[in-house]
């Protein structure tokens, strides 16, 4: 079993619609990520995490949000979806400072908006 | 602002050795790394990079010039399985990845 699993794998929704993004770890790290990733651009940084009481924004946040339920889980909100949001959606792990960089993705989350 | 460059796309053939570049404009410097991510799939971790120099780790070489903000992968005796986009990111000052938009490598036999 992966130790990053994301839910769902692929998703087709309609503009204006509310949608969730699971992410769910076993290795134990205390740092969480959600990137996004469209075609010729680098991935994008939406939120983080570096323990349940502490979230932030990253780069893009606007138009999403997250909840760090569980050391383990960090869910994903788009509360109105649009067009723009369609493209494929990475949450990631790591440990501290130096290991920041070394993240540990989930087999990502395609999200078409129509 | 903070800028990665990379090539879009690189050619080479089996068995030969090809070097993908990576230029960087960070605020601050605390390491480049270099992903791997086959098409379709989770980008998976290469190497890191904080001192000058080259590491080493099997067929893959990566290096790094701070004072020329470059780095470089290197790939020997390539293999199919080697066709996949390359990502290089650097942690700036705040420990935040910067990311480049890759460079997908195509492998010929």
């Known amino acids: 079993d992966a130790d990053v699993t994301q839910t769902p794998r692929n998703r087709i929704t309609k503009t204006g619609k509310r949608i969730m993004l699971e992410c769910s770890q076993t290795?134990?790290?205390?740092?969480m990520y959600w990137y996004r990733q469209d075609p010729g651009l680098g991935l994008q940084l939406i939120y983080y995490s570096f323990d349940v009481k502490d979230i932030n924004k990253g780069e893009i946040s606007d138009g999403y949000s997250v909840s760090r339920q569980a050391q383990a889980k960090f869910s994903l909100s788009l509360e109105s979806a649009i067009p723009n949001q369609t493209a494929l959606y990475f949450c990631?792990?790591?440990?501290?400072?130096?290991?920041?960089?070394?993240?540990?993705f989930g087999e990502g989350s395609r999200l078409t908006v129509l | 602002g903070q800028n990665i460059d990379q090539p879009t796309e690189m050619t080479a053939t089996e068995g030969a050795i090809v070097q993908i570049n990576c230029t960087y404009q960070?605020?601050?410097?605390?390491?480049l790394f270099w992903y791997q991510q086959h098409a379709g799939e989770a980008p998976t971790f290469l190497s890191y990079n904080v001192l000058d120099g080259l590491e080493e780790k099997g067929r893959f070489s990566s290096f790094l010039s701070r004072s020329k903000g470059y780095s470089y992968l290197l790939l020997k005796e390539l293999q199919m399985k080697d066709s996949a986009s390359y990502l290089c990111?650097?942690?700036?000052?705040?420990?935040?990845?910067?990311w480049g938009a890759g460079t997908k490598l195509i492998i010929k036999p």
């Open positions: 960070t605020s601050g410097f605390n390491g």
């Open positions: 290795k134990g790290h205390d740092r």
């Open positions: 990631a792990t790591s440990e501290g400072d130096r290991e920041a960089g070394e993240l540990f």
């Open positions: 990111a650097v942690s700036d000052s705040n420990y935040q990845l910067i």
